[in-house]
């Protein structure tokens, strides 16, 4: 029963800092998507129950990065308040070593290995998915919301469009300038004052209906021009290829596949080494993301219990630290795997093993000394007792 009362106070400790890391990271993370989706919802008309949803279907890929990071700096800040105020030092000294004060933080480190797995290999797909099919649905039914006044806009396949002018409200555009090159290897150009996207839900398609303008055609075999006035012209919009988007009828990029979608993949395009390499990076990364629970725990004892003064300032410094040398050496071993200078295993899972080693490494130094310590401290201590006695 003491144990477990020990056990909760440790994790009570944990509980305070790693909620706050957790909640400003996540924060941070995302205010940058926050201001570009105020501008879609405010300038553009974008609904904001839509604004809503692509902050959901973020949410668990911000989650995958943050849990770890905020498990390392709530071992490191935890662990140094005990340790600074000498709670180690006497949980120690009641004869606990640092293999069992480690429960408790082991038991959090399984519980967020389990949440950040299941992020990573099965909401993390599906929301970068649902996000895509998100953001396509947007930009069909209010294509405005991706074209900007006296900037020309090759997101339509096949046209180049500029709109001198774009109202704040983003009904209309005024001044607009179009290079139609779909019908042949000379481009059509169509001038008009004022253009309307009118989208439709049902077919799911956008035109571009333009007013007051005119065509202009040149055909330099024949060396010849052609003009012709109208009071309305209509264009068909392709925006399979728009804002980067594809169709739900198009295969998943290897960000939105499951393991087993994944895994299939790969051994249907094994002659493809380029994009195998890439699955076979995403496939890795699924297992060695989360994994980052298990090696930062792991690191965050030994760190947090050197801590002796301003145990909050100095869990947070070591733990900016450690996370800035993890995901370092992961970038460089990702870029160095795409790029097919290494294997997968080796550029993926070296960094892991790396940081596994040294967290282990640390630890067993740690439980030495602390063993050591609490011998001499007992011994002194009961000395003195008996001096006291005797007096």
Same mark, same amino acid.
């Given at each position: ?58 949410? /668990? ?100 469009? &500029? ?27 169509? %001038? ?32 010849? &021009? ?63 993301? /989360? ?34 040398? &993890? &995901? ?15 294997? %997968? ?7 892991? %093993? ?38």
């Amino acid at each position: 029963m003491k144990l477990r009362i020990i056990d909760r106070y440790i994790l009570r400790e944990l509980s305070a800092p790693f909620f706050a890391s957790l909640s400003a990271m996540t924060f941070v993370l995302l205010l940058g998507r926050i201001l570009q989706l105020m501008d879609l919802m405010i300038n553009k008309g974008i609904q904001i129950t839509d604004i809503g949803k692509l902050i959901l279907f973020l949410m /668990p890929y911000f989650l995958l990065f943050t849990i770890p990071i905020s498990l390392l700096l709530s071992i490191l800040i935890g662990l140094g308040r005990l340790a600074s105020d000498n709670e180690i030092l006497i949980l120690r000294g009641a004869g606990l070593s640092l293999y069992r004060l480690a429960y408790p933080i082991a038991g959090a480190a399984v519980l967020a290995l389990a949440v950040t797995m299941s992020l990573s290999l099965f909401f993390v797909p599906r929301s970068n998915y649902a996000t895509k099919n998100l953001l396509f649905s947007i930009v069909r039914q209010n294509a405005s919301a991706g074209i900007k006044e006296k900037v020309f806009n090759g997101n339509f396949r096949g046209l180049l469009l &500029y709109a001198s002018h774009i109202p704040a409200h983003g009904n209309f555009m005024e001044g607009v300038l179009v290079s139609d090159n779909r019908l042949g290897k000379e481009p059509n150009t169509i %001038v008009a004052e004022r253009g309307y996207l009118i989208s439709d839900p049902k077919s799911m398609s956008v035109s571009l209906r333009m007013e007051n303008g005119s065509t202009h055609t040149v055909d330099m075999k024949r060396k010849s &021009y052609r003009k012709m006035d109208f009071t309305s012209y209509d264009i068909n919009l392709d925006l399979e290829a728009s804002a980067g988007q594809r169709s739900a009828s198009v295969a998943k990029e290897s960000m939105e596949m499951t393991p087993g979608e994944l895994i299939a993949n790969i051994r249907a395009q094994k002659g493809d080494k380029v994009a195998v390499r890439e699955m076979a990076v995403e496939l890795n990364r699924k297992f060695t993301i /989360p994994l980052t629970c298990l090696i930062f725990a792991l690191l965050g004892i030994p760190l947090g219990i050197r801590a002796r003064k301003s145990g909050k300032t100095r869990g947070l410094t070591t733990g900016i630290i450690v996370v800035l040398l &993890y &995901y370092l050496a992961q970038l460089g071993g990702t870029a160095l795997t795409e790029t097919g200078k290494i294997s %997968v295993w080796i550029g993926l899972w070296f960094p892991n %093993v790396m940081f596994t080693l040294a967290g282990t490494y640390l630890l067993v130094l740690s439980a030495q000394e602390r063993e050591r310590g609490v011998y001499w401290q007992g011994r002194f201590s009961s000395f003195f007792r008996q001096v006291k006695r005797s007096k």
